[in-house]
C-alpha cells in the first residue's frame, strides 16, 4: 500500500556529493570532482530518472523483442550473458538539458526544465551484448532489414520509452549494447539495474534503463520523450508545432570549464603553483574532439588547452574528452574564461545563446564562460 | 614540346558562364544559376583543379589497387564496369575554400587561398562502383581487415593525391565510388575523365580525379593536400604546425545565400511578387539539414525558411538542401539578411569570422550574409 503511494520508497540511498535538482524523480548531477576523472566513479555519475526505480528481482527479469511481423522473442538475463558475446564500450553519456541554467541565465526568456549546471553528463566503461547480434538472432539480419524495420523501440519497467534509428541499431560500428555492467560492476539500480540500453554518441534519453521490451517498428516510438521533449526549435518558436521537428538523436558538440586550481594565490606566492582551469569537451556521433580554445579576454585572442589522452573502448570516439589550460595570469584580479572545442568534422559551438535558444533550453551549447577573481 | 612548356594547351573548353578565378590551372565556381538548381548541370558545376587536365584514351586507362603487403591488382576500366554491380550516388561536392572571400572580407587577417565566394560546391548523380566491393576483390575483408590497413591513399594522373580512414573507404553505408558517370553523362574531362573518386560527406580534395592508383597504407597521403593545406588551426595561429591538426575529412555545416528575387519593385507594384531569397545549407559525414533560420535584423529575431524537398540515392543525406524564404519587406530600403543552418546533430554555424580564423581560410562556414536595396 505504502509503495502504490509512493513508488520512490524503494528508490536506493544516492551519494551525498551528487548536486541534488529534484529528489521525486531522482535527478542529480556529477561534483566537479568527479567531472575532473575520465571514468565516473558509479556513486557520482550524475542521475537523470523521469520516474521511480524500478524493483527488480534479477533472476526473474526477462527482455522480449517483437519484430515488424508480431512475432516476439523473450531472454532471460542468463541466456543474454550466455548466448551472446560480451564487449566493452566507454561512452559518454549527456543529458539533453546538460548546461541549461547556463542558457536561462544568458538570453532573456524562460527554459522549461531542469536547470542543470554543467554536470548533467559522465562517463564509464559499459560492458554488455551487442544490440545487432540479439536483433540478428531474433530474427533481423542486417543485409535484408524488411521495410517496416526503421526504428527500435526501447521500453523500461517504470513506463518510459525512446526509440533510435534502425540504421544505428544494426550499425557494426554503431557499438549500441544491452548493458549489465558499469565500470567493472554490476549496473546500479539508479543506472538501470538489471539491463539498459547504451546508445553511444546520441543524447542519454535514448540510452533506456531497467529495459524490458524492444519493439521493432516503422516508426518512432510514441512517448511523449521521444515525440515531443527531447527536440529543438528556431529562437522564435515559443509554441512548438512537435511533429516538425527532428528528434534528437546524435548530440552537438559542446564544452565546459569544470574546475579551477589555486585561484586566489597572491601574485608573488612563492608557492609556484600556476593558476590553471580544466574542463572536457564532448561531440556525438564518435566525432573526435581536436582542439579546445580558450580565451581570457572575451574572445578577442585564443590559445590551445592541453589535450588528456585518455584510454577508451570502442570502434569510434564515443566519449568526452578532458583538457588543462595553464596559461591563466596572476596578477589579473576578475578574469572571464572562456572554452569552445572542435571537433573532427570541425564543427564548432555557436558564440552565445539567443540564436539556439528553445522553450525546453535543450542543448545548451554556447561558448562556456566562467569568472574567476585571482588576487591582484 | 610545347605540351611540356605549357601542360594546360589540351585542357577542355568551359562553359563561360563559370567565374574563373584562375585560368591555369582551373578554378572556377558555380554561377548563381547553377546553385539554384538541385542537380549542378555538368557544365556548370565548380572546377577545381590542382594542376592541368590529363589526357586520357579511356581503352588504356588503368586502375592499380595495392594492398599493404605489397600486392598489387590492376583493373581496366572495362573491367571494373563488368565485374562489379554500379551504383547511382547523389552527392555534394564542397571546395574546404567555398566562401573564404567572405571569411577575408569580415575579420582583420589575411586569407591565403583562392577568394571563392559561395559558389564552390555543387551536387550531382555519381555512377559508379563501391570502393568497398574493388578492395575486397583485391583482397581486403571488411570483416577482417589487416592491422595496418588504416588508410586508402588516392593518386591522380597528374600527381595529385589524397586519402580517407579506411573506416570510410569500406563503410557499408559510406557510399564511396569510383565514378564514371555523372548527372547521367561520361564523367566530364574537368571533373576525372575517366575514372574518379567521390566520397560523399567529405571535402571535395578527397575525391580524387583521374584516378590512376589505390594504395592501402597504415599512414595518410604523404601529399601536401593531405599534410598540409586542408587543416585548419586555432585562431591564434599564424604559423601552423602542419603536423598538430587533423586532416579535414568531414565538412562542417554551412549555409548561403546564392539568389535574391525582386529586390528592386517598389512597394505599392501591382506586381505582386515577394521579395524572396534562396540558397542552400549543405553539414558532412551524411547529416541532414533540418532547419535553416533567417533574420533580416541583424540576428536579433529569426524566422525559418522553407525546405526544398529533393529526392536523392544514397544511404545517407549526402547533399545540399535548396532553401527559399519569402518574409522580406517591401518598404525596407537596406536590409542586411542573414541565414544560418541546423543539422540533425543539431550543429549549428559559428556566428563570426573571428573565432574560426586560420591562414588558410578553409571552412569559412560564419552566419552568411547579404545586403538586399529593396526600393522605399
Ligand atoms: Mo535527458
Ligand atoms: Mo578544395
Redo the contacts between chains.
Sequence with gaps: KEAIDDPFLTDPKRCPELRTLTAKPCNAETPGKGLAEFLTPNKMFYVRNHMWVPVVEEGKHELTVELPDGEEKSYTLKELKERFPTHKVTATLQCAGNRRKDMTDNQSKVTNGLQWTAGAISTAEWEGVKLKDVLADAGLKPDSLPEDAKHAQFTGLEAYGASIPM?KAV???GDVLLAFRMNGEELPRDHGYPLRVIVPGNVAARSVKWLRKIVISDEESLSQWQRRDYK?????VSVPDWSK??S??????TSAITGISNPSLPKDSKDGKPISVEGYAYS??G??I??V?ISTDG??????AELVDDQMNG?KAWCWKRWRYSGLKRDSGKTSVLV?A?D?????????Y???YNPRGN?ATAWHRVEIDSKA
Tied chains: 1, 2.
Design positions: 540504421s550499425d557494426p560500428h529543438c526549435f528556431g529562437p522564435n521537428a527532428k534528437i538523436q546524435e548530440m552537438p558538440i556525438g556521433g566525432r573526435e581536436v582542439r580554445d574572445g578577442k585572442t585564443w590559445d590551445q570502434a569552445k572542435t573532427e568534422a570541425y564543427n564548432t559551438q555557436p558564440e552565445s539567443d540564436a539556439i542543448l
